[in-house]
Each structure stands twice: as structure tokens, then as C-alpha cells.
């Protein structure tokens, strides 16, 4: 899972296997395998430097 924070400063853990897409429009809009869209304050690159964390961490 990832921690991110949603616009209100809530912070929630995603699976990032969900993620499906991440654009900036300028908010950072995360799109949902469930097409549920979550808005977050990190930036596009910081949630896909998230992942790569995540899933170098899932693979030792």
C-alpha cells in the first residue's frame, strides 16, 4: 500500500496495483481499476515514484 493525501489533508493507503492512471490537470487526478477517481496532493511524479518504492520493496 501507498500513502497519499487527498485534498481535505485526509491521508489514505491505496493499493497501487488499483492505479490505473495518474494526470495532472493541474490536481493530481488518480483513476481507479473500479473507475473511481480520488484527487490527491502529490504531484504525477511523486505517486509514481510511490510505486516504484512499493513494488521494489514487494519484490526483495
Do not use: A, C, F, H
Not at 485534498?7 to 495532472?24: A, F, H, R, T, Y
Not at 493541474?26 to 518504492?53: A, C
Amino acid at each position: 500500500m501507498i500513502e497519499i493525501t487527498k485534498m481535505n489533508g485526509q491521508k489514505i493507503l491505496i493499493n497501487p496495483d488499483l492505479i490505473e492512471m495518474v494526470e495532472e490537470t493541474p490536481d493530481t487526478v488518480m483513476t481507479l481499476t473500479t473507475g473511481k477517481k480520488i484527487i490527491v496532493k502529490e504531484s504525477r511524479q511523486t505517486v509514481k515514484n510511490l510505486v516504484e518504492l512499493y513494488r521494489k520493496d514487494i519484490s526483495v
